[in-house]
């Protein structure tokens, strides 16, 4: 069974960094990444890294966001730098495993001074 658990999440003033996690079990996934959630808005693509190092991000965040993943631990990371009050959101781990893509529960990020 597939479980995707996210943890890192919080309040950050603007301009503060945070790292998020995501610890994956169940299976060997191709791609992982991070979807964000805002309140009123539509799910968006934050991030993307493939198992062989190929990196896809929002314009939006580029150059501000890093992802990374230690495969070893089946573990995904984000680390938000320079973040912005818009950046707020609901945080999604993803996983993609034979066509099929996996979403955790989800975690609050919230920029504010």
């Known amino acids: 069974q597939v479980q995707l658990v996210e943890s890192g999440g919080g309040l950050v003033q603007p301009g503060g960094s945070l790292r998020l996690s995501c610890a994956a079990s169940g299976s060997v996934f191709s791609t992982m990444g991070w979807d964000r959630q805002a309140p009123g808005k539509q799910r968006e693509l934050v991030a993307r890294l493939t198992r062989s190092g190929s990196t896809n991000y929002a314009d939006s965040v580029k150059g501000r966001f890093t992802i990374s993943r230690d495969n070893a631990k089946n573990t995904v990371y984000l680390q938000l730098d320079s973040l912005k009050p818009e950046d707020t959101a609901v945080y999604y781990c993803?996983?993609?495993?034979?066509?099929?893509?996996?979403w955790g529960q989800g975690i609050q990020v919230t920029v504010s001074s």
């Open positions: 993803t996983a993609d495993q034979n066509l099929r893509t996996y």
